[in-house]
């Protein structure tokens, strides 16, 4: 498929698709389409299959049977393809997953040097920037290990966006910090998410859904049950199973949003 | 500040339940008992040597020693001196140590590399030859590479041609050999110092690719920049060479160099054997890399060799440098095995031949000892500086 992806062309497209561990049917027939721009959150009970779902986006799983097309490539066992779709997709994890035996800054030029061939000049130049803009650049020279959570995942996104990626995916980047340090890395997402960049995030973090999501993506047993803008879904969740979850995580998440 | 209820203890027992002088007092024994032990076997030793009328100290190491050495890297004849015979000794354990912690650690690393890779063939092979080597006694794999391997090599006569030039026979490895009428050592100087031009040439070229994000072919410069010394070298020194090309001659070849059967029995024994337990250290460090680091990194677009360099082996470092020297140290011990096919190493030359004409024991078991030691010394602090330099900070 050649690629042309103009402004119309979908960021991602999800169609019919289906994905086995084994014998286990992981993902039942999603089909998820995302606008350039546009952000949607996935949320759904543990081992639903959010997690699943956006790492075969960029193919860190593979899918067995549908399609998926990101910025107007298809992805297929073309190693080509996969490595051009891994240069758009930025993602971001649940434990960071900085280089320890790296410094900040050197997490950050690592990819754009050895994958786009930047000179390391003008790399730290756009690491700098980032690390600004994620409200860290005084921690340039230090290794992940001295930092908290919150500043290692923040340096995460920094490293993302060093790679001017097309398209941010994000799995619950914020459940494994303490409640001081979610808000911190949440702001710097919904900064991020006001330049335009195009966003996929499994968060249980209501609150960012509600002020930064177009699209809130309720998934049950590897499958899409509800989809919904987030007022609407939060307020009026058309299904048992959503009002079940909303139910579980409002109990608990009214505690977080007073801390 | 005493509790009135369990008073403060008065004299000598007061000391034995205080931390630090508890502490103190336990060194103290122990050394008192050490040099307790050294005094009494030493005082021993000296009133059984002198009953035995065997005089001690190193002048022993002047004598003629009289005895032919099969391989030889320096000047060595019958008519040599111990001393000469010690030093025999210990670049032929040096020699066949180098090659192998060299060579077992390249292929260990791929071994270790191959048996975690997702070709199923490949992985299962890695994992056979790895639990074959490590469950053969090693005295078993040299006499297995010498006997079973190198005596059904036929005699000179019947030598296996290698392109005209050298040959493979029950007589060895017959290579032509450079007799160099002069400047032999200027041409040797300048290849060595082309090479480390070369490497560094090389390192230059990877630091300004990343500095610049442009590529230099470095194989072919490097390839140049290695070759111009010598030949300059050779230029300036006019130097002259005569190729000692090895012929059939009666029985033997004439001429040319020898690489004796015991070297390559003992060098492809002690480097198979290592090399299976270094795959199962780089194995283990690898696997210790959490599989977090190896997805951050795909995501970020890094092919996968790329986070194999990169991200990866830098980190499994750490875990396998410190099993890794001792592979190397024990390798080294290891070596002295060389003394069931005769392999003139140390152990065989020194501790053995000269021990026996000699009857000096103590000496040359010190001396032996020593040299194992200072060499295992030597190997660790190689590789702990290494090791510092791989550390992780802030952890
Ligand atoms: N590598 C794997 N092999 C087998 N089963 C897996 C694997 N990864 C995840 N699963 C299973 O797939 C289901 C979905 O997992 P996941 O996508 O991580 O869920 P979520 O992120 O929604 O919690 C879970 O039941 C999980 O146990
Ligand atoms: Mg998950």
Redesign the interface.
Known sequence: MPRTPSEDTPAISIRHLHKWYGAFHVLRDVNLTVARGEKVVVCGPSGSGKSTLIRCI?R?EEHQKGTIVVDGIELTDNLKRI?RI??E???L?Q?F?????LTVLENCI??P??????????AVQTAMHYLERVRIPDQAD??????SGGQQQRV?IA??LC?NPRVMLFDEPTSALDPEMIKEVLDVMVDLAQTGMTMVCVTHEMGFARTVADRVVFMDGGEIIEENEPEAFFAAPQTARAREFLGQILSHGQQAAGA | MADPATPEPKGPSRLLHDRRWRAVIAQAAAFALVAALLACAGLNMARNLERAGIASGFGFLDQVAGFEISQTLIEYSRASTYARAFWVGLLNTLAVSAVCIAASTVLGFLLGLLRLSPNWLAARLAGVYVEVVRNVPLLLQILFWYIAVLNPLPPPRQALDLGGVAYLCNRGLVLPWPQWERGGLAVGLALAAGLALAWGFAAWARRRR????RSLPVWRLGALLAALPPALAWALADARVEWSIPALSGFNFRGGGTVEPEFIALALALTLYTAGFIAENVRAGIQAV?R??I?????????PW?VMR??VV??AMRVIIPPLTSQHMTLVKNSSLAVVIGYPDLMSVFAGTTLNQTGQAVEIIAITMLVYLAVSIVISLIMNWYNDA?A????
């Open positions: 960029n860190l490595d891994r240069r997709v930025g993602m994890f434990d997953n900085l280089f320890p035996h690592l990819a040097v050895w994958v786009r061939r930047v000179p390391e000049k003008e230090k290794y992940p290990g001295q930092l995460a490293r993302c790679m | 990343v500095r610049t994000g959490p977090g680091q997805e951050a990194a795909a995501s970020l677009g890094l092919r790329r990169l991200v830098p980190q791989m992780l900070k802030g952890r």
